[in-house]
Structure formats: C-alpha cells, structure tokens
C-alpha cells in the first residue's frame, strides 16, 4: 500500500481495508423527511425507541407526525435507560419481539441508538442474551444475517452510533462495558438535523466534542491496517481495522472542523457551529467506525464504571456519573504523550489541524504538542482537570487498570504495545494537567 508510508505492508499484516459506509441525511429540518423514508422501507407498524426526556422533546413529535402523515402506525417505547444494561437491553428487545414490527426509528442519543439496534437484533434472531455480546465475556456468536430496517435519528452528537455497527452496554452482574459488535447491527439511515443539538447544554456540548475528536483522533493515531494480522477469514475482518486511506480524510477534517468551532459552540452558539458539530460527529463516526479507537476510550470504561460521587452539570444529578467524552478526554493527553513516538508525523498533523500554531516541531515533542493543544481547549470549554477533576486519586490506579485491561480490542488498536505497567502509568499521568 503506497497511499501512505505508515501503511507499509508487514509479514502475516492484513493486505485489504472495507469502507464500510452508511447512508446519512444532513441538514436542518430533516428529521420532517423520517415517515417518506420509513414508507420507502415498506415499513407499516414501527417501533420508535426513545427515552423518557427526548420523548417530551420537539424531535419525537415530528418524527411521530411525519409517520402519520405517512399511514404508518408507530408505537412509543421511552424506556431506554441513559447508560443502558444488560437489564434495559433486555427489555427493550421484549417489546420489539411483542410488538411484530416490520421497522425500527431511534430518536435520541448514543444510548437509545445502541439500544435500538439490540432489540432489533435480538427481536430477528432470538438467542440467548450473551451468544451475541463480545469475548471474552461473551460467546461473540456473528449475527446471522440483515436486521429489519432501522432509522437511527440523533438528537446529540458525537456518539456516531447512527454511523457504526457497535452496541455498548453496562454488564451489571460483572460490572463491566461491553458490547455488540456486527457491521449489519449498522443503521440503514441516519437522520442529523443540527437543530436536534440547540436544546444541549454548554458542558453537554463540550463533552460531546471531546468524544467527537477523540473518536477521530484515535482512529488517526491508530495501528495501521497492515500491521494487523490479516484475519483467516475474510468475511470477518474485524470493525475496528486500524487507520486506513479512508477514514483517515474523515478523521483530518473532522479534528480541524472541532478545532475551530468548540469554544464558540461551547460558549456562545450560532447555527454554523451547531452545522460543524454535528457533521464533525458524522465524519469521526464514519472514520471510528471503519478504523476503531484506541486507548483513551480503553480507558473511559474504567473511568465512567468506576464513578464514585463526580456529577456534572447538564445531566442528570439523580446519581453519579462521568459522561462519555468527558471520561475519555481526560485521558487523551496523557495517552497522546506516549503514542507520539509511534507516530510523530500523525501526531503532529492532528496537531496542526486542532488548531496549534507551533511550526517547527521535533518529532520527539509530537504527542506533547498534541496533548498541549488538547489540554488548553479543555480549558476554554469546563472541562474537569484530569482523573483528580472527577473525583479518582493516586489510589485509584490499580482500580482504574484493572477496569480497563479487558478492553483488548482496543488496546490492541493502539500504534504501539501497552502492558499493565504502562497502562497504569497512563492513569497517573491523567490525574492532573494544570
Ligand atoms: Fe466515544
């Protein structure tokens, strides 16, 4: 592969990438076109999944008239649990199954997307609940084959999950983040209408643009497709495939549309930021989803399962939680440190793209720069400085390590090979960036 010299073929390394792509509606206003596609599905009965304070917003009425208009009978299901479960993916999948739909509608977050494409699963091939769910905790059974039809209409941004073919859940009984993992679980649409995003408080948008950068940042930094082992069988080669040509020109602009529009989207909103920010969700999905993320997201399972008494403002303050793209923000730049070595030019570009300014860069400082750049927006946005900023301490690491080594597949992903001892060194840096 010449397209790049970081895809330098390797012995045993995979030789082939898929660009696996999902059909997207941008714009505002069209989430109003959701019912003529649902006709255009042949859907007649469908199940709109959605939780219990996005049912009470603006998107859900629309989509429910646009239905309508269409003849097509919908019925509600607002139990998806924010932060789903085991439990939740489980009843959820109940309904879908008592329900005999011939189509499915997300109208949500990360979560009611995730949750959505589990009940359909389950609901077109009934099985055990853990033949599906990733090894080592579970069985890692692929699915069988296509789902019925699913349009996944965000109404936050930064998950991608309208884009990806990853369902993640809470395992209570092993107190774990796991997930489901199939590219047919992908939506068959996404709807993103920026005005979906005018309703998200400001730290809700700070977060959210962290987990947009992240995931695009990750995929950019990651392994290289060739230096995965190339998979036995070629129908199974792994979502999370490693940098790769494609997602890499998502990835690029998705960092820099993030760089310039954060702070203003964070502090002081017009409609052009809130455009930027979702497209940049729906770049860094279509990237993270063909190339996977690496360890900062490894270590978020940790940092959001492990959550003592830390609550941010802008969620829910019935209990404590660490949002998504805040834990793994406050790891980036730790992590950036360490993997800058493995690839400086990247790190370097990802840099620039972010918005630092610095031109002349030895290749030794290329993660620090990006850790640099990635520390001053956390800054300007409210972010909570490091582990410490959402209640860990020096004696939380081991914790905190031993919370994150099952994540494999992604730490795997990373361009270089981190054992225990350097993922617990990660954590100790992150407890503290000013
Ligand atoms: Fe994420």
Redesign the pocket.
């Known amino acids: 592969m010449r397209l790049s010299p970081y895809f330098k073929l390797t012995e045993g390394g995979d030789s082939v990438f898929n660009v696996e792509a999902v059909k997207i509606k941008f714009g505002f206003g069209a989430i109003r076109e959701v019912g003529a596609e649902a006709r255009a599905f042949g859907m007649k009965r469908a199940a709109i999944y959605t939780d219990k304070n996005v049912a009470e917003l603006e998107p859900v009425a629309i989509a429910v008239d646009a239905l309508k208009k269409e003849g097509i009978d919908a019925a509600i299901y607002a139990e998806v649990e924010v932060e789903p479960t085991d439990r939740s993916f489980k009843a959820s999948a109940e309904f879908a199954r008592e329900g005999k739909f011939d189509g499915f509608i997300s109208v949500g977050g990360g979560s009611v997307m995730d949750t959505c494409k589990a009940a359909n699963l389950y609901a077109t091939y009934p099985a055990e609940f853990i033949d599906y769910v990733n090894a080592p905790i579970g069985k890692a059974k692929p699915v069988p084959g296509p789902l019925k039809p699913h349009i996944a209409c965000p109404t936050t941004f ?2 991608a999950s309208e884009c990806t073919g990853i369902a993640i859940f809470d395992f209570l009984e092993m107190k774990a983040k796991t997930g489901i993992v199939s590219p047919l679980l992908r939506a068959d649409l996404g709807i993103l209408d920026p005005n979906s995003l005018k309703t998200l408080p400001p730290l809700v948008r700070a977060a959210n643009g962290f ?1 947009v950068f ?2 695009a940042c990750e995929s950019f930094t990651a392994r290289p497709f060739t230096q995965r082992p190339a998979p036995p069988d070629p129908t199974q080669r792994p979502l999370s495939q490693g940098a790769n040509p494609y997602s890499d020109i998502a990835c690029i602009e998705a960092i820099r549309m993030i760089g310039n529009n954060l702070v203003q989207a964070v502090n002081d909103p017009q409609d052009h930021n809130y455009e930027a920010l979702m497209f940049a969700g729906m770049l860094a999905g279509i990237g993270f989803g063909n190339a996977g ?1 690496h360890l900062p ?1 490894a270590m ?1 399972y940790a940092v959001a399962g492990q959550v003592k008494d830390y609550r941010a403002p802008g969620w829910e303050q019935d209990h404590a939680m660490v949002p ?2 805040i834990a ?1 923000i406050v790891n980036s730049p730790a992590v950036f440190e360490l993997t800058g070595a493995a690839c400086p030019d990247r790190h370097i570009a990802a840099a620039r793209s972010f918005g630092s300014e610095i031109s002349d860069v030895d290749e030794n400082e290329a993660g620090s720069l990006l850790g640099r750049r990635v520390i001053d927006l956390m800054k300007a946005t409210g972010i909570p400085n490091g582990l410490t900023g959402v209640g860990y301490t020096e004696e939380d690491l081991e914790n905190l390590t031993d919370g994150a080594s099952p994540q494999k597949r992604l730490i795997d992903n990373a361009p270089l090979p981190v054992g225990r001892e350097q993922l617990k060194d990660l954590f100790k840096k992150a407890l503290a960036y000013w």
């Open positions: 930064g998950t987990d992240s995931h993320c997201h978020s998504h793209g793994v």
